[in-house]
Nanobody
Framework: QVQLVESGGGLVQPGGSLRLSCAASGSIVTINGMGWYRQVPGKQRELVAVITSDSSTNYADSVKGRFTISRDNAKRTVYLQMSSLKPEDTAVYYC??????????????????WGQGTQVTVSS
């Protein structure tokens, strides 16, 4: 059906930068809203940033001015550029997308999809 595959996580020093990517594939009709969330052990998953189909954006207060979300509709990809990273940004980052797709019976349906997660660790 539909898959979201993330890449770009890793270990970075405080003050450094990383760019996450998330590519969608499958029997996609349209990709509506897309976003990034993060989760640390023992806590709920939290919103980091979202971007609508017309590229309107919204950010968590904790990342405003440091993170930038963008999308390339031709590549079916959403990005998260993270700068001035702090240790408290350490988490597993998940891509999310609201996608209209064709089922195996060629029926268009809309659903919410998640990537597998990518670890971001900010540490010296």
């Amino acid at each position: 059906q539909v898959q979201l595959v993330e890449s770009g996580g890793g270990l970075v020093q405080p003050g450094g930068s990383l760019r996450l990517s998330c590519a969608a594939s499958g029997s996609i009709v349209t990709i509506n809203g897309m976003g990034w969330y993060r989760q640390v052990p023992g806590k709920q998953r939290e919103l980091v940033a979202v971007i609508t189909s017309d590229s309107s954006t919204n950010y968590a207060d904790s990342v405003k001015g440091r993170f930038t979300i963008s999308r390339d509709n031709a590549k079916r990809t959403v990005y998260l550029q993270m700068s001035s990273l702090k240790p408290e940004d350490t988490a597993v980052y998940y891509c999310n997308a609201d996608i209209t797709f064709y089922t195996a019976h060629s029926i268009a349906r809309e659903n919410d999809f998640w990537g597998q997660g990518t670890q971001v660790t900010v540490s010296s």
